[in-house]
């Protein structure tokens, strides 16, 4: 690909190069993905910003240069250029649930939804005590909540993960029954699908939606800062969870 101009990285151009390296077409259906925001066409980027999610206050600060890639579409029109990778990046090899499952020490062998593409399925031989062990390492055990069917020692030979929010649909707790999975893995844990999974007498590791998905986003940074054609900087933020817990970070 040619740029424009060697001085100069517009939008468009960088817009082209991460179609090539997570292609549109692979994003799930009606999936808001791509760019949002005014006219881009002659827009001069000095700087790449990536974050999960961009909400007001990050925008407002932002100078005119700034390209924001952002993996959560943005619930409103942002004044800052705006580019969102979602679903495809999620489903794509090497992309969200790989790095999530790379993150954990754990090797994909396939897709966990194979009509999608959603989420891995991964080997292992590990007890269940020994993998919450090293969930809890990882993502901090104040953010791990566990549904057990009880046999801690269980060798996990079948982990299920989605990054973000596998756990807020009741089918995909079905399929992981169906499919035999020794312990499903993700975020977004509601009441019932909770009580679903003891019912089915499933192994459920539930870890904050936001958190899962971090491995993704900055592997998508890594993906991005190594393309040679992008000779910008780029930073990856974590904004967070969108919420705080009234007992350890509010003082009334």
């Known amino acids: 690909m040619l740029l424009l101009n060697s001085d100069k990285m517009y939008a468009k151009d960088i817009f082209n190069i991460i179609d090539e390296l997570v292609p549109k077409k692979l994003a799930l259906k009606d999936d808001s993905i791509g760019y949002f925001g005014k006219n881009f066409e002659n827009y001069d980027v000095k700087s790449i910003k990536m974050m999960m999610d961009l909400l007001p206050e990050y925008d407002l600060k932002f100078t005119k240069d700034t390209l924001i890639i952002a993996h959560h579409p943005p619930l409103f029109l942002p004044k800052t250029p705006t580019y969102v990778v979602h679903s495809n990046w999620d489903v794509i090899k090497g992309g969200a649930n790989d790095a999530l499952a790379s993150y954990l020490g754990l090797k994909p062998v396939s897709p966990f939804d194979r009509k999608t593409n959603i989420g891995r399925i991964c080997s292992s031989h590990i007890s269940l005590n020994e993998f919450l062990d090293r969930v809890c390492l990882k993502f901090g055990p104040e953010n791990v909540r566990l549904v057990s069917s009880d046999k801690p020692n269980k060798i996990l030979k079948k982990i299920a993960l989605i990054s973000g929010f596998g756990l807020s649909n009741k089918e995909y707790i079905k399929l992981a029954n169906n499919i035999s999975v020794d312990a499903f893995l993700s975020g977004d844990l509601n009441h019932s699908n909770a009580i679903l999974a003891k019912k089915l007498e499933l192994n ?49």
Request: hydrophobic residues 40%; negative net charge; aromatic residues 4%.
């Open 204 to 252: 459920i590791i539930d870890v904050p939606h936001h958190i899962t998905e971090i491995p993704g986003l900055i592997r998508l940074g890594e993906l991005i800062k190594n393309n040679e054609e992008i000779d910008i900087p780029i930073e990856v933020i974590d904004t967070g969870i969108p919420w705080k817990n009234v007992s350890t970070d509010i003082n009334f």
